[in-house]
């Protein structure tokens, strides 16, 4: 049994910032990856960015230079710095945690971005 739960979430101004959090834990030795996907309303669910054991990064086309991917090894956490928030980045914000292949879904966290 693996849970995942997100926290973080909220309202803030254009060009403001929020920090995302998102613990693993249960019954598990090592993860392999942890990502963040965002879904609007209207929209499919999207990759925003992900982070593999080792330390390899990857992100959106849309967030590269503005977001920022982390990971506590340690604490299973990982982390989304996300700066200069515009309102197209209104979502909720799902983390997702690959363990031995098999991917596990927080209940995901709204993040609005609105003056």
């Known amino acids: 049994q693996v849970q995942v739960v997100e926290s973080g979430g909220g309202l803030v101004q254009p060009g403001g910032s929020l920090r995302l959090s998102c613990a693993a834990s249960g019954s598990f030795t090592s993860i392999y990856a942890m990502g963040w996907y965002r879904q609007a309303p209207g929209k499919q669910r999207e990759l925003v960015a992900s982070?593999?054991?080792?330390?390899?990064?990857n992100y959106a086309d849309s967030v590269k230079g503005r977001f920022t991917i982390s990971r506590d090894s340690a604490s299973n956490t990982v982390y989304l710095q996300m700066n200069s928030l515009k309102p197209e980045d209104t979502a909720v914000y799902y983390c997702n945690v690959n363990i031995m292949l098999k991917g596990y879904w927080g209940q995901g966290t709204q993040v609005t971005v609105s003056s």
């Open positions: 982070i593999i054991s080792g330390d390899k990064t």
